[in-house]
């Protein structure tokens, strides 16, 4: 069955390793051709090397989120290679443990930058191009739990994951016409480096008593375990796929049931 993925080009941004990795080598396995985009380059181009191993069409670019000239010539290179451009996830993304009251000016505006900023710039660059083609086009945005409910030791993250939700629903409103869906999903615990960083910074911290990880911070929740990259890919990809046509402007947890509304 044509799942709108075979044939199609793809560009997910950091795509070097963790979930935008994960995601990116089942779209290659799918039959996409697969761009993947990261500030690290090696990581990049180590991460297609394994997608096409594995029989895939993948190409490696370098972009920052943050530089709009880097994204525009990220997608035309996409297109160039690929032929079009179709499936954007906007992944790339930072995290910081930081006490509310002591997060600091700088932290707060590069936290904005790479995470609400990169994907407003992401989704005008993408659509834009998608808008000219005139085929429609998929866009798919990396929120967080986080973007639903905030919390005490991440504010500057959270309030740019509502960013990515807001955004999220702007562009569904603004392109549905033109065929293009914007969607997101919304992970609660995945164990990536990000989230040993972010583990790493809450140890260190004077206020967390010893032995304590940010793991134990979280209470139950149903699926009672962390997740693997893996386990967000299934709900990345249908977003991504011609199943999810009727959706638009969504933000879906797929985070064990940690959070529920
Ligand atoms: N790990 C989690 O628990 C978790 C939970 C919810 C949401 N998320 C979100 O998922 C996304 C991926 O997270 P991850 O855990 O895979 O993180 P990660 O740190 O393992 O990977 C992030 C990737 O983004 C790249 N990147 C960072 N800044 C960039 C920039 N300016 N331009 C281009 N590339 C850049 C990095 O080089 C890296 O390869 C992020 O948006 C994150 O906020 C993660």
Not at 241 to 249: L, R
């Given at each position: 069955m044509d799942l709108g993925i075979n044939g199609h080009t793809a560009v997910i941004t950091?795509?070097?390793?963790?979930i935008g990795r994960a995601i990116a080598l089942r779209l290659a396995r799918e039959g996409g051709r697969v761009c993947f985009a990261d500030r690290d380059e090696a990581g990049a181009a180590e991460a297609a090397a394994e997608a096409m191993a594995q029989g895939g069409e993948a190409i490696a670019l370098v972009c920052d989120v943050t530089d709009r000239a880097s994204m525009a010539a990220l997608f035309d290179g996409a297109a160039a290679a690929h032929g079009g451009l179709d499936i954007v996830f906007n992944n790339a993304g930072i995290a910081q443990t930081k006490p509310l009251l002591e997060i600091e000016d700088a932290e707060w505006h590069r936290m904005m930058d790479i995470n609400a900023f990169g994907v407003l710039v992401g989704m005008q660059e993408a659509a834009k191009r998608m808008i000219a083609q005139g085929r429609g086009g998929k866009i798919v945005n990396t929120a967080s739990v986080a973007g639903k409910q905030a919390l005490p030791l991440c504010a500057h993250y959270c309030a740019s994951k509502f960013a990515v939700v807001a955004l999220t629903q702007a562009g569904a409103r603004s392109w549905g016409g033109e065929g293009i869906t914007v969607n997101a999903f919304c992970p609660g615990i995945v164990e990536t480096d990000m989230w040993r960083q972010l583990d790493d910074e809450f140890r260190a911290l004077p206020t967390t008593p010893a032995g304590t990880t940010l793991g134990d911070a979280n209470p139950d929740f149903p699926l009672g375990r962390f997740a693997a990259p893996e386990d967000i890919v299934g709900l990345a990809v249908f977003l991504a796929?011609?199943?999810?046509?009727?959706?638009?402007?969504q933000a879906i947890q797929v985070d064990g049931g940690m959070v529920m509304q």
């Open positions: 950091g795509a070097a390793r963790g796929s011609s199943d999810s046509d009727y959706m638009t402007g």
